[in-house]
């Protein structure tokens, strides 16, 4: 295992509605965390694609709107294909940066959209793929739900990295599933702004005795098309999302204070002899679990509405 990895988390927003224009400011990021040596480079949570916060989608209870529905078309067009020519430019970026990159993407499969999570390694290959298991609230309007056969952490030289998006870390079972295979780093993309989430983040960080690592957007309204009113308003300047990157220690530590209000790269080195040095007196999977009493089965098998005899 290699001693220390340094990891950069990039808070800045999407273009919303434009793939390509926020891909192309990705890129300019991950120069940023190349040029300071960083191997693992983290993005946040629907990154690539983009999270229409304050929309409503024209959707009421019983009723749609034709308006709606036109929104809805450009965002499925602004959601990308996994594998498809958006994962072969992120991977061509990794590459470039010779840096694992984790990032939150808004993926298209059939007619459905997914708030997934890709890893590609440093060859640029697509290491891991997770949709997340259960959107929040409206997000369930335009995002279906992910199952068990992506909750896989990806090996690293560094060790497994496991990963749950936004609200996932509020749920007890996906974390447990996680723990269960002795992640070394976890990453938390996310859009939750709130001062509270960093009290999270120090509790998974402390069950998991795990590096944790949250990326947040801090998106404007400037970065919306002229004709998208979200409910906050439309000036400009007014605020969408308002960051609170940061880092964990796995005692709890925090190594980078969340930090609000701006574009930040959140950088820190990390001693991956501290996960060993938690684990000393706490092993949620291991010498401090009770498999006589306590028991969590994860189904692993991809859901399917159809199934054929080749399958």
């Known amino acids: 295992m290699n001693q220390t990895v340094k990891a950069a988390i990039v808070q ?3 273009q919303l509605f434009d793939t390509e224009a926020t891909l192309d400011r990705m890129q300019d990021w991950v120069q940023r965390a190349r040029d300071e040596a960083a191997g693992l480079i983290v993005f946040p949570e629907a990154f690539v694609g983009g999270y229409p916060k304050g929309h409503d989608f024209g959707a009421r209870v019983g009723s ?16 990308i294909d996994v594998p498809g020519p958006a994962c072969e430019r992120m ?5 470039a940066a010779n840096a694992w990159l984790v990032t939150g993407v808004i993926e298209r499969a059939g007619g459905t959209l997914y708030c997934s999570g890709l890893t590609f390694a440093p060859d640029g290959r697509l290491a891991n793929r997770r949709r997340k298991l259960m959107p929040t609230a409206m997000e369930r309007l335009i995002w279906g739900f992910g199952d068990g056969s992506t909750l896989e952490a990806t090996p690293t030289p560094f060790g497994p990295m496991s990963a749950l998006i936004c609200w996932e870390n509020f749920m ?7 723990y269960a295979q002795q992640p070394v780093i976890h990453c938390a993309p996310t859009v939750d702004d709130r001062e509270t989430w960093l009290s999270l983040m120090r509790t998974i960080a402390l069950e998991g005795r795990c590096f944790v690592l949250s990326a947040n957007h801090y998106f404007t309204r400037s970065q919306c098309p002229d004709d998208y009113h979200p409910v906050q308003g439309d000036d400009p300047s007014t605020v969408l999302i308002n960051g609170g990157s940061c880092i964990i220690s796995p005692l709890g530590d925090v190594l980078c204070e969340p930090v609000f209000g701006r574009d930040a790269l959140v950088v820190a080195e990390l001693d991956l002899a ?3 040095r938690g684990k000393f007196d706490f092993d949620a999977s291991g010498h401090y679990g009770r ?8 189904n692993h098998a991809v859901q399917a509405t159809v199934r054929t005899s080749s399958d």
């Open 291 to 298: 498999p006589d009493v306590f028991e969590l089965q994860v």
């Open 91 to 95: 991977g061509e970026m990794a590459r």
């Open 172 to 178: 007890p079972l996906a974390r447990s599933a996680f």
């Open 12 to 14: 800045t927003g999407s």
């Open 64 to 79: 749609r709107t034709a308006e709606g529905r036109d929104w809805f078309a450009r965002y499925f067009e602004s959601a």
């Open 274 to 276: 501290d996960v060993a």
